[in-house]
Each structure stands twice: as C-alpha cells, then as structure tokens.
C-alpha cells in the first residue's frame, strides 16, 4: 500500500528532531571526519513540510560509507545505495510496516556539487520567508492532489525547486562580491 503523502505545517520539535537523528548518526560516521547537515524543508523556520528529518552528511571519501551498512542497519536506518544519484549514499529511518518514515539521511562526499545546492537552497529560503511559504503553499497543494503519486508531487515541485535554486545560487555569489 503506498504511503500518503502529508505535508503539515511546520512543527518547532523538527530542530530537536535533528538533533536527535544527528546523535544517532554521529557516532556510527566519527572514523569518516563527518559534517553533519539540517537540510530540506524541515531545516527551514515555518515552511510546510512532510514531517520526515532530512539530514546530510558529508564525509571524506564517499565509498567509505559502504562499510557502515551494518552499522546503519543496527542504528534503525536501511541502506539504499545511491537511490538514483551518483555518489550520493542513501539511508531511510522508519520503515516498519506500522511505523511511518521520520528520517532520510543523504550522504556525500565533502565539496560535493549536491552539498552546496542542498545548502544555498536551504539558505535561501531561509532569508527570504515570502520563496518559503510560496514554497509551502505549493507543496501543500501538490499533496492534496497527488496524495499518493510521490513521482506525481515531485514533479510538481520540480520547476519551483529549480528556479529557486538558481536564484539562490546567485543570491549567494552576490553576497560574496
């Protein structure tokens, strides 16, 4: 049965929801030297949000990761492997059969393109509040009509998303001139 897709209103418990999941993951990734970021829309003040912590982690030497599996697996966490995007490790938390998904870890190695745009986008939306709840509101919208099409709301999100990222990359670059 496929899950419903529920975005909720932001909740203030996400920050200490990270940190939670961070503590967890910390111990498992220290021989890597891990970074370990709040990303996505559970890192930003008031967005709309599925409740599931995104946290991502830079670390070394991406294919070091493969070895931590089993200790992932003992942490509550499934591997998936690269889930789509090169050099990218991925790892789901909660997915018992009554127990609803609560985090994605995503894990990269440090300099990675795929870090800087997760965190520029981040960034952004977080000083500009009017992108984030524009954001919010369309995310919200896509999960009423697509309640459980997750290819369906991610495309949806898809252009705003992309859009946003180039603003906030030269948003970025405008800041360091």
Known sequence: MPRVIRVVPYDPAWPERFAAERDLLAPVFAPLDPVIHHIGSTAVPGLAAKPIIDVMIEVRA????????????????????????????YF????????ERSGQ???FAAGAEDVNR????RDYLIDHPGE????GRLKTALARRHPDDIQAYMAGKDGFIKERQRRALRWKREARE
Do not use: N, Q, S
């Open 132 to 135: 984030a709840e524009a954001y």
């Open 105 to 107: 870890v995503h894990v």
């Open 62 to 89: 991406i294919e070091e990761v493969d070895g931590l599996d089993p200790e992932m697996r003992a942490a509550g966490f499934t591997p998936m492997g690269e889930f789509g995007i090169p050099g990218r490790r």
């Open 118 to 121: 997760h965190l520029v986008f």
């Open 92 to 99: 789901l938390h909660g997915l018992g059969p009554e127990e």
